[in-house]
């Protein structure tokens, strides 16, 4: 408890101080963006690109599910007819777990590959970027965990998501978990952004509404996050107010109609600028904090955030009102007539309420109270090191946080004889509220 203090003081004074040092030099960092390709059909025309450019033998990864649609179909027809070889690595599978990346490694290197082309969600092009990296280091994936901690740059890497939510397209992080220690682990090297990318929502219609939705969110957090922290450019805000926006208006088309195809095109957009713009500006508390749910219980890393995310919004309040204000005129919330206060407050519950009408819950069924202790001090450490958040959690606050989002007890009911009633749970303390609503309950599951 004393240690936790002491750590918890050391980390209050020296962390911003060096946080914002590194964010002057984030803001000066060269981070390459990839060609985009943009519209129905763009997979195929990826396909015919890469297949010019002269490439021995191309490695494609994916996983099981976008290799049973056949997504890939399309760009590797064009890759065959342009008279480039491949093969395909389809064993990804949820969060690019090290043994399945140690596998890539082995394939990518036995076939002799000069290139990778990663088709399918996060956890498919993370896993690509991490195969690429070890493999021309000739290292383990565990030893690049952190910034820069290679020497050489990757065999050149081509994305095409087919979720739309992490932006990895074109970002430089790479996330994999090690399911051994129940965690998370981010690699950050800025060659590991791909040299093009094709944004196809031809490949989205079949997305399930609730990945749809989780994953929607996770771009919407990357959009927030980046916007309300402190490393922001005019760059990044613009590309993370743009993203909002669309978000806003086309997650819901999405989610009701998948073969919306002009809303999932919007949605793939919004999700690649949020990647822009996080990639420069960097995340925040409600990341931190889903981070570590993904690594304990494997909560999808989009549905983590969207539970987490309204809640972290109202702890920063405070810290970031006229930011909430111009994210609810961003988000057509509110108008410029309003107070400032009044359209934070607004933004605040318009995030509630579009969660909610996705389909996302408010609690986390896997969540347990005795795991929170731990679960808030890694989450506090990860934002600490890492996160230019507007507004600093104690563990205190993050535990408080995360009693938010437990899961109810189902109601006891009276047992007989009725005169010995079944003692109650007692009120949880939930998050520091700013202007609480309770929209209805729901309960999280893990999808
Ligand atoms: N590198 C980054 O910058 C970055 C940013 C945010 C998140 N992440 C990481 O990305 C991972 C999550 O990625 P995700 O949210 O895209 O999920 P995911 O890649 O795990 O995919 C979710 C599910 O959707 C399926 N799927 C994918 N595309 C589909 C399609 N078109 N039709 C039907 N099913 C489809 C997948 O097979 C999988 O079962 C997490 O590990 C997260 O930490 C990385
Ligand atoms: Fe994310």
Not at 66 to 83: D, I, M, R
Not at 323 to 352: I, Q, W, Y
Not at 378 to 384: I, L, T, V
């Amino acid at each position: 408890m004393i240690s936790n203090l002491i750590g918890d003081r050391v980390r209050s004074i020296g962390l911003p101080a060096v946080k914002r040092a590194a964010g002057v030099v984030t803001r000066l960092l060269p981070i390459p963006q990839p060609t985009l390709l943009v519209g129905p059909g763009s997979s195929a025309r990826l396909g015919q690109a890469v297949g010019g450019f002269g490439h021995r033998l191309v490695l494609i990864v994916t996983d099981q599910v976008v290799s049973k649609l056949g997504l890939f179909e399309p760009l590797t027809e064009a890759l065959a007819a342009a008279g480039t070889s491949f093969v395909i690595f389809d064993e990804v599978t949820a969060d690019a777990p090290i043994a399945v990346i140690e596998k890539g490694i082995e394939f990518f290197t036995r076939q002799g590959c000069d290139a990778i082309v990663a088709i399918g969600g996060g956890s498919v092009m993370d896993a690509a970027k991490v195969i690429g990296l070890a493999a021309a280091n000739d290292r383990h994936p565990r030893s690049l965990v952190g910034y820069f901690r290679s020497l050489h740059g990757p065999a050149p890497i081509y994305a095409v998501p087919t979720t739309a939510g992490t932006g990895s397209e074109v970002t430089v992080a790479a996330v994999i978990s090690d399911p051994q220690h129940e965690k998370k682990l981010v690699i950050a090297d800025t060659r590991i952004v791909p040299k093009m990318a094709a944004l196809d929502p031809l490949l989205m219609t079949g997305l399930p509404k609730p990945v749809t939705a989780a994953t929607g969110m996770d771009a919407l957090t990357h959009a927030i996050e980046a916007y309300i922290g402190y490393w922001g450019t005019s760059f990044s805000d613009r590309m993370a107010l743009s993203a909002v926006s669309m978000i806003y208006e086309n997650l819901p088309l999405a989610c009701n109609d998948g073969a919306n195809l002009a809303a999932r095109e919007k949605m793939a957009l919004a999700s690649t600028y949020a990647g822009l713009a996080f990639t420069r500006a960097n995340v925040g508390n409600a990341h931190a904090i889903a981070h570590q749910l993904g690594g304990k219980y494997h909560t999808p890393h989009g549905l983590a955030n969207a539970i987490v995310l309204p809640h972290v919004l109202r702890f920063s309040a405070p810290e970031i009102i006229d930011k909430l204000a111009t994210l609810a005129l961003r988000a057509k919330v509110g108008n410029e007539s309003e107070p400032k206060g009044e359209l934070a407050n607004r933004f605040l519950d318009s995030v509630e309420l579009l969660a909610a009408s996705v389909g996302i819950p408010r609690h986390l069924d896997a969540l347990r109270e005795h795991d929170i202790p731990a679960l808030a001090k890694a989450a506090c450490w990860e934002a600490d090191t890492n996160y230019p958040v507007p507004r600093r959690m104690t563990q205190d606050d993050c535990e408080a946080l995360l009693r938010a989002i437990l899961p109810e007890q189902p109601e006891v009911k009276p047992s007989v004889p009725r005169k010995k009633a079944a003692a109650k749970r007692p009120a949880r303390k939930s998050a520091p509220p700013v202007a609480a609503k309770a929209p209805r309950r729901r309960s999280a599951k893990t999808q």
